[in-house]
């Protein structure tokens, strides 16, 4: 049976069937132990009602030392809207180019610090014009660099940046605030799906401003052929998250305004719910 896994202000909190229980563990010491991953996995938590409360009220994003990464372009609908949006800047090809290669696209997301979680603000750089969310499917890796987890990731993305110049990428996805993740950190105890579908929904002013929607078949890559890539000349001690790329791409039309609401959900992660700031 699944177990998720919450960073709270009170401490780690382990639930699952519906029960929430404090678990004692380190968090670092499940991305570098397969014996702490085994130790959870058996954690029957016993129904503590301030250990549910805290995932409820006193939510952090599920993250301790680990870097995120990012996968680009994994996704047909993603290539697409990328050539179009680079195309006077003669970077299209790049994005054709990268989507049939056989090295995937991956980049550096953010530090531990400037993630945000679930209930928390994202942000749009001051100077962008046209911002959008990136719902995507994010893995936790080990420090062996095996997939043993999974959570909800938010690529926020100054699309106006990153169409100028496809060099100006790290500064169109890696500010303060540009990296959603959570709620929480879910063991399936098996790799999830390719029926998975992924949401994602924009509200404004309470009325919806977009809503999209893909499966995890449609994206061109393996999750363990994205690891694999992202391990290949690199260490993580402390393990790493790597978010997948995105499969919905909102049209030309539309760019998040702040007090924008962005809902992302993943058939059996839950949904990572977070405003513009
Ligand atoms: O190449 C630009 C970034 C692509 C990306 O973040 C995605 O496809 O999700
Ligand atoms: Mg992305």
């Not at 382990?14 to 954690?43: H, I, K, M, P, T």
């Not at 989507?99 to 550096?108: K, T, V």
């Amino acid at each position: 049976m699944s177990i998720f896994l919450y960073r709270t202000e009170s401490g780690l909190v382990a639930s699952r069937g519906g029960s929430f229980g404090f678990w004692e563990g380190d968090w670092d010491s499940l991305f570098s132990g397969a014996d702490v991953r085994n130790e959870l996995e058996s954690f029957i938590p016993d129904q503590n009602e301030s250990a549910q409360i805290a995932c409820r009220d006193s939510l952090l994003p599920p993250i301790g030392s680990q870097e995120v990464w990012a996968s680009g372009v994994t996704y047909y609908s993603s290539r697409l809207a990328r050539m179009e949006e680079s195309k006077s800047a003669g970077g299209s090809d790049f994005y054709a180019a990268v989507y049939n290669a056989d090295r995937p696209e991956l980049f550096f997301k953010s530090t531990p610090e400037r993630v945000r979680g679930h209930g928390q603000s994202v942000r749009i750089r001051e100077d962008s014009s046209w911002d959008v969310p990136e719902p995507e499917l994010t893995l936790a890796i080990g420090s062996d660099g095996s997939i043993f987890g999974y959570t909800i990731g938010n690529d926020m993305s100054s699309r106006s940046i990153e169409g100028e110049n496809p060099l100006y990428l790290p500064q169109a996805k890696t500010y303060t605030g540009s990296a959603g993740l959570g709620p929480c950190l879910c063991l399936l105890g098996m790799p999830i799906p390719a029926e998975t579908k992924i949401r994602l929904s924009i509200k404004r002013s309470g009325a919806s401003a977009f809503e999209g929607e893909t499966q995890l078949s449609e994206m061109k890559r393996k999750p363990e052929e994205l690891a694999a890539y992202l391990y290949r000349e690199m260490n993580f001690p402390n393990g790493c998250y790597l978010m997948t790329g995105t499969g919905i791409v909102p049209g030309t039309d539309f760019s998040l305004q702040s007090g924008d609401c962005i809902s992302i959900s993943i058939d059996q992660l839950g949904s990572l719910v977070q405003t513009v700031e």
